[in-house]
């Protein structure tokens, strides 16, 4: 891509001819979390049309059960009416016996509730890895870090796991999201709206819409803030549902960007959806997601990206911020499968793990392991560390998230947890299960069969690589001996460009 290339020619369709393996992986990679080699070779097979469809119209794709009945709402519950009665006259009476005993009813819930949400983040693991519809999963983990929500602030994993379906059941449509979002107790909660009061705004919800959830700095006033809130006045939630109490909110008149009237929450979105500003900044958190690792200011995007967004930006506004046809625009494009988007941008942990499992077959081994081991590389899922979410691109990688991600990639194909003692022999993975192109490597030159991993694992054939890892092989009896093809992929999982998709 150059920086005098027209956005328009950039965005126009990749020819047909030119989609192939490389490209089937890539986009893959980037609308999933990547994919097996016999995957890859049918959405080939389909060609660039077929392929993107395939991987857009997912509500084609027969529905993955949810697990709706399998997580507890009622663990964080409020008080019934008898047990606030039983409470207040225990303090009235200082009976401490009593007030210890719902002291203690209430520590147990949130143990019972911490353990709920690790088994929350295991579902969701679980999810990434086997879903048939990976663009679905791949977009509720960008609404996830957009609409940042922490179960440290929370404390109701039942919220989380709403919020997590609200993301899922309208992933495609920004509009609805934005509207959810303010009624999302998961959020009311995390950012204070439950205290958004006509005598006493709170203006936390309404400055993180404007300022991270939809126009970013600059492009909004304090007076904006200020009347926003007062939209919002009265927006809460009762356990597990949301509230409108219309005897909190503001009726009076307001002006949010530009548009006045007695506006309330509804008002405020579309006020927003409105503004000029919003498709750019939304474009940006997109593209920086699916397509470059670019930097977060979008007033810092280098040119060649910058008239790409641009005109993506003009694509969403004109769609009404539905996203299905601009994500096919995109995942069509020239610009998407150029070298300088393709094998450019830094996996997070959770696409490097859901990734080397989908895509090299290796086994999940233990969940809790391995939710561990995204919050040692800093991506907890259901814990982003502020609002903001999480940075990405080059924030994923320092000297020890590198580390816990070669541990993480050992783990999976060996078994072995460091400092574990010797894993047994059974756990060792042998990809010859899991990659069919590796069935005989017996009667495939050692080069080959390097080669073969090489398309799988980065997308492209490195001279230099192969003749290292065929190297290593003949001076370990060639590819079919022992141990040799799980010792190749550790070798490959360990080179900086398995950190790249």
Not at 329 to 340: C, I, K, N
Not at 350 to 361: D, N, P, Q, T
């Amino acid at each position: 891509m150059t920086a005098s290339q027209p956005a328009r020619d950039l965005l126009d369709p990749l020819p047909a001819e030119r989609f192939g393996y490389q490209q089937a992986r890539h986009l893959m990679w980037r609308a999933g979390f990547g994919a097996n080699d016999a995957q890859i070779r049918a959405l080939a097979d389909l060609g660039l049309e077929g392929a993107v469809s395939a991987v857009v119209d997912y509500e084609d794709v027969p529905f993955e059960p949810d697990a709706r009945d399998r997580f507890d709402r009622d663990i964080m519950r409020p008080l019934t009416d008898d047990e606030r009665r039983a409470r207040r006259l225990a303090t009235q009476r200082r009976d401490e016996n009593t007030l210890a005993r719902f002291r203690a009813m209430r520590q147990q819930a949130q143990r019972s509730d911490r353990a709920q949400m690790r088994e929350l983040q295991k579902w969701w693991l679980t999810r990434m890895i086997q879903t048939a519809r990976p663009l679905e999963e791949k977009l509720s983990l960008f609404w996830h870090g957009h609409f940042a929500t922490s179960y440290r602030s929370v404390e109701d994993s039942f919220h989380l796991y709403q919020q997590n379906r609200l993301f899922r059941g309208n992933a495609m449509s920004y509009p609805r999201l934005l509207r959810g979002i303010i009624r999302d107790p998961a959020m009311l909660r995390y950012l204070n709206n439950n205290r958004n009061i006509k005598s006493s705004p709170n203006e936390n919800l309404a400055r993180e819409i404007m300022e991270l959830f939809s126009l970013g700095e600059g492009n909004y006033t304090e007076a904006d803030i200020k009347n926003g809130a007062r939209a919002l006045t009265g927006y809460t939630y009762n356990d597990d549902a949301f509230v409108f109490n219309e005897n909190q909110h503001d009726n009076g008149p307001k002006r949010v960007l530009g548009m006045r009237g007695a506006l309330d929450g509804d008002d405020f979105v579309t006020a927003i959806l409105r503004n000029r500003a919003c498709a750019p900044y939304m474009t940006h958190r997109l593209y920086r997601f699916f397509v470059a690792d670019i930097p977060i200011d979008p007033a810092l995007a280098p040119a060649p990206h910058e008239a790409v967004i641009r005109r993506l930006a003009n694509l969403m506004r004109k769609d009404g911020y539905e996203l299905k046809g601009w994500l096919r625009t995109l995942f069509m494009s020239r610009h998407f499968y150029s070298d300088a988007v393709m094998g450019q941008k830094i996996k997070s942990p959770v696409e490097l793990a859901v990734g080397a499992i989908r895509s090299l077959g290796v086994p999940a081994r233990d969940l809790g392991t391995l939710n561990r081991s995204l919050e040692g590389m800093g991506q907890n899922l259901f814990y982003p560390p502020s609002v903001k979410g999480w940075d990405g691109g080059r924030m994923w990688i320092n000297t020890s998230t590198l580390f816990q991600r070669q541990n993480l990639l050992m783990y999976l194909i060996s078994g072995q947890l460091p400092n574990r003692g010797n894993r047994s022999r059974d756990d060792l993975f042998d990809p010859r299960r899991a990659m069919p192109m590796l069935i005989d490597p017996e009667g495939t030159d050692d080069a080959e069969v390097a080669g073969r991993l090489l398309d799988l694992a980065f997308g492209k054939r490195d001279p230099e690589a192969i003749r290292v890892l065929a190297e290593s092989a003949s001076s370990n009896g060639g590819a079919g001996a022992g141990n040799v093809l799980p010792a190749l992929l550790i070798l490959i999982t360990s080179m900086p460009e398995y950190q790249l998709c």
